[in-house]
């Protein structure tokens, strides 16, 4: 609860409390002397009596004087009525008396309905007071929208904020420049779109670019996500739908941000009885037709984002809805040093720091990933007690994010030591016999994260978007460089390459069925693709051949496979003396890295001829 609801609150109580107060004084003040029945004969003998009220249990009278045992001279007073023959008595005396009936039911009906209406009342208070302050209005606006709104000054973010997605903002500068001056960009007769999604894989910043837009154009922002319009009663999503565009209309230029629209805008079902009629798909027919009511001319932008834009109702997307989509993807080696440059104004860095290097670290990796790594790099800095952060700092970070968190309290006997040094080094020698674009940053044996007891970090000279078979031959060779030093040197296998041993099979699977990378298979492709359009995990792949191509396809996984694994066995055969030496350094050292690294590898790079005529 705010804290001017609970002073609200205090108050009330406090008010309560007086009012109970002074009707106790007032009460005490005007009620009659109680006195014993004795004395009330005494007095009626001694004529002291003016009048009486007899009623079903007590006498009620005035006497000639104040009464005896008054502090404050009251006249008046109450006895409990003995008496049943007091009417002689009375009358003989000459008293004036009265009977009088009264009723109890008003009491009764007070002493039942006054606390029923104090608790009823104090109720709807604590109830209205959490509707107020709670998000989204609470319970006691379920059919509210709980779209929180944002002006120019709140957002507190702009296009500077946004960096590495440089199409994406130019394409939404043109919504900006809608919203500014819609006169200038209506004289030919063009209108603003009506929505435009945003798309793109996660911590890729749409959020961000979504608040920018609503921060440059200076007009309301309406967020919410997808998922807060459905809740368990029916209806109410259509009803949170219906009431969002009338509060963007009244303060309308506005922008109604939408995220996670997958949540709210996933494809019906044709088939009766799967749910074809269920509470979302009630919440989106609602936002269809708002989409189609509403007049662009009016000012307002439906912003949209996603990272699922394949299980998207197609009536949602077509054009006269979400006119435009823009894709929001993963930066490249630019857009990196951008994001990195946006997120290094928080920290103190070293006055000889190379952006360039550091983003060459983070092949792959989204906006929020690189946000992340500024932190841990700072924090890196922290710890060793540094006064800036360094280039140092940011590969520690990269390997706590990518390897996971160093493990030093994993003691590994020797001979698993020995294994994990040779597995490590026959990654490090294949790859730096058959790549040239992906040359080995580190090799370490110190056990990170939950399974990996060492690693070895490549890194890519530039972003690549396509691979050739030859690359991905290399690729798998590198992948079964650690199975090969293993069974090279010791003459076994062990479970520690299971998890290269099935990344190089899915490349062989997918180089077999879905690229066609195979002479005996075709040039066809026998399996969909198991991911979706932004490259993140799928349903997994839907197999389109028959049990006959399914073992020549089998055939030819096992056959890529053998081949890069012979490859590998065969760079390492050629380095025998060379892996063993670069074993004994790395259990003594633990890490190689930097110049001693380079010179080791430098001289792997001499066999590369011997290599490929193996291949």
Same mark, same amino acid.
């Given at each position: 609860m705010r804290r001017e609801a609970r002073f609200n609150l205090i108050y009330l109580l406090v008010a309560v409390g007086a009012l109970f107060t002074i009707n106790g004084l007032i009460a005490a003040a005007t009620a009659p002397e109680r006195i014993p029945y004795s004395r009330f004969v005494e007095l009626l003998e001694k004529k002291q009596i003016e009048e009486v009220v007899i009623t079903q249990n007590e006498i009620r009278g005035k006497a000639r004087q104040p009464v005896d045992g008054s502090t404050d001279g009251k006249r008046r007073f109450s006895t409990n009525r003995v008496e049943p023959e007091l009417v002689s008595a009375l009358a003989e005396h000459g008293v004036t008396f009265s009977r009088r009936v009264e009723s109890t039911f008003l009491p009764m009906l007070l002493s039942w309905v006054v606390p029923v209406l104090l608790f009823v009342g104090l109720w709807f208070l604590i109830a209205r007071r959490m509707a107020q302050s709670g998000p989204g209005g609470g319970v006691m606006a379920i059919g509210k929208s709980k779209a929180k709104v944002y002006v120019e000054t709140d957002t507190g973010v702009s296009f500077d904020d946004v960096a590495g997605v440089e199409e994406a903002k130019q394409e939404l500068r043109e919504v900006v420049s809608f919203l500014r001056q819609p006169d200038v960009h209506g004289r030919l007769g063009?209108?603003?779109?009506?929505?435009?999604? &945003?798309? /793109? %894989? %996660? /911590?890729?910043?749409?959020? &961000? $670019? !979504?608040? +920018?837009?609503? /921060? *440059? !154009? @200076?007009?309301p922002f309406f967020s919410?996500?997808?998922? *807060?319009?459905? #809740?368990?009663?029916? @209806?109410? /999503?259509?009803?949170?739908?219906? =009431? &969002?565009? *009338?509060? !963007?209309?009244?303060?309308? %230029? !506005?922008? $109604?941000? $939408? =995220? #996670?629209? =997958? +949540?709210l805008g996933k494809a019906r079902s044709s088939q009766i009885g799967m749910g074809s009629h269920d509470e979302k798909e009630q919440t989106l027919n609602q936002l269809l037709v708002e989409l189609d009511g509403f007049d662009p001319a009016s000012g307002i932008v439906l912003l949209g984002a996603t990272n699922r834009p394949e299980i998207l109702d197609p009536a949602l997307l077509r054009a006269g809805r979400f006119d435009r989509q823009v894709l929001v993807d993963r930066p490249d080696k630019v857009g990196r040093i951008a994001i990195l440059q946006v997120h290094a104004r928080k920290i103190t860095l070293e006055d000889d720091f190379e952006f360039e290097e550091a983003a060459a670290l983070t092949t792959g990796f989204s906006g929020a990933e690189l946000a992340n790594l500024v932190n841990e790099a700072a924090l890196a800095a922290t710890r060793r007690g540094a006064e800036a952060v360094g280039l140092q700092d940011f590969t520690l970070a990269v390997e706590r994010i990518v390897a996971g968190l160093e493990r030093k309290n994993r003691v590994l006997n020797e001979r698993e030591r020995e294994i994990v040094a040779h597995h490590e080094l026959g990654h490090a020698f294949v790859a730096a016999a058959v790549t040239g674009d992906e040359p080995v940053h580190k090799i370490s044996i110190i056990p990170r994260g939950i399974g990996a007891l060492g690693y070895t970090i490549q890194r890519p000279t530039e972003d690549r978007f396509l691979m050739t078979r030859e690359e991905l031959e290399a690729k798998m060779a590198v992948l079964l460089g650690g199975r090969a030093a293993e069974r090279l040197v010791y003459g076994h296998l062990s479970t520690g390459a299971a998890d290269d041993l099935s990344k190089a099979t899915d490349v062989a699977r997918a180089m077999a069925t879905r690229y066609g990378m195979v002479d005996e298979l075709g040039h066809v492709s026998l399996e969909s693709e198991s991911s979706n359009m932004l490259g993140q995990p799928g349903l997994g792949a839907r197999p389109q051949y028959g049990v006959h191509t399914a073992d020549r396809v089998d055939a030819a996984v096992r056959e890529l496979v053998q081949h890069a694994h012979d490859r590998a066995l065969a760079v390492l055969k050629h380095n025998r003396a060379l892996l063993e030496d670069a074993a004994e350094q790395l259990l003594r050292v633990e890490t190689l890295e930097g110049g001693a690294l380079e010179a080791l590898l430098s001289r792997v790079r001499d066999v590369q001829l011997v290599a490929a005529r193996t291949a």
């Open positions: 063009a209108r603003m779109p009506k929505g435009v999604l &945003l798309v /793109g %894989p %996660p /911590g890729t910043g749409k959020t &961000l $670019i !979504a608040k +920018a837009v609503a /921060g *440059e !154009a @200076g007009v919410i996500s997808g998922s *807060e319009f459905v #809740e368990m009663f029916v @209806g109410v /999503g259509a009803a949170r739908v219906r =009431d &969002l565009f *009338e509060q !963007a209309r009244k303060q309308a %230029p !506005a922008i $109604i941000f $939408i =995220d #996670e629209l =997958d +949540a």
